[in-house]
């Protein structure tokens, strides 16, 4: 694999995600997780999402659909759609993948992911993060991208969860995250630092990511937040979101 990255992205993919600025808190192309998982040790967390193969109950030519809405008090809402195409390769192996994240002005352009077995669409939605934080804040995206990667390793909450698809209740995994609460940076983004990243995974949805919520506001609060992000497989509906997370004493 390529010594050196074109995009600055956790994006990129051999068996599994690939997790450049992810996989170690350091911005390096061709790391991926299946090479170096014998290298590190990685949390539960870490394995869900970035380790697993989401894509093993996906038959290619195929693609997954999910609604995005975006809400909150800081900027004015939408909604929108993703898609993520999944094709075979030329060795006849699944999958390579193609997102279609957002549309018109909206629409990140990202790489597309090759030998993928995890799910694109958690690395696209975290970058599509990314960008947004830095838009809203002036803030570094590899700053954001480090705190996530820190927060998945260290600091993840895991527990079985149950969600309604297409009229049936369903057994899966949630993790979330708080990457902000104990940065030594939060001054500079005060209004964000509560922010609260949720990942609703099941092996009961195509492509086993049954959606993601990211909820901007006061830690501890149950208040409308400043903004409000979800992500979820088409004929899913997302449970009703919780207080944010108080920040832990220093």
Do not use: W
Request: net charge neutral; aromatic share 8%.
């Amino acid at each position: 694999m390529p010594s050196s990255p074109t995009h600055p992205t956790f994006a990129r993919s051999a068996r599994g995600l690939c997790l450049l600025a992810l996989c170690a808190g350091l911005n390096l192309a061709g790391v991926t997780v299946a090479h170096a998982a014998d290298a590190q040790d990685y949390s539960a967390a870490e394995r869900s999402l970035f380790m697993t193969h989401h894509l093993r109950n996906v038959s290619p030519p195929s693609t997954l659909h999910y609604r995005f809405h975006k809400g909150g008090t800081a900027e004015a809402g939408f909604d929108d759609k993703v898609a993520i195409h999944l094709e075979r390769e030329p060795n006849g192996e699944c999958c390579a993948g193609r997102g279609e994240f957002l549309s018109a002005e909206r629409r990140v352009v990202l790489p597309d992911i090759e030998h993928a077995e995890g799910n694109p669409v958690i690395l696209y939605f975290l970058e599509r993060d990314v960008r947004d934080m830095q838009r809203l804040t002036k803030g570094q995206p590899n700053h954001f991208r480090k705190r996530i990667r820190m927060a998945i390793y260290n600091d993840a909450r895991v527990r079985d969860a149950q969600f309604d698809y297409q009229g049936q209740r369903i057994a899966g995994q949630e993790i979330a995250i708080s990457p902000y609460l104990a940065d030594p940076s939060r001054d500079r983004f005060e209004q964000y630092a509560g922010k609260e990243y949720v990942f609703l995974l099941s092996d009961a949805v195509p492509g086993g990511v049954f959606g993601i919520r990211t909820r901007s506001g006061p830690a501890g609060s149950t208040a409308e937040p400043l903004i409000l992000e979800e992500m979820v497989i088409d004929g899913g509906t997302l449970p009703a979101p919780t207080a944010n997370p108080v920040a832990k004493a220093s």
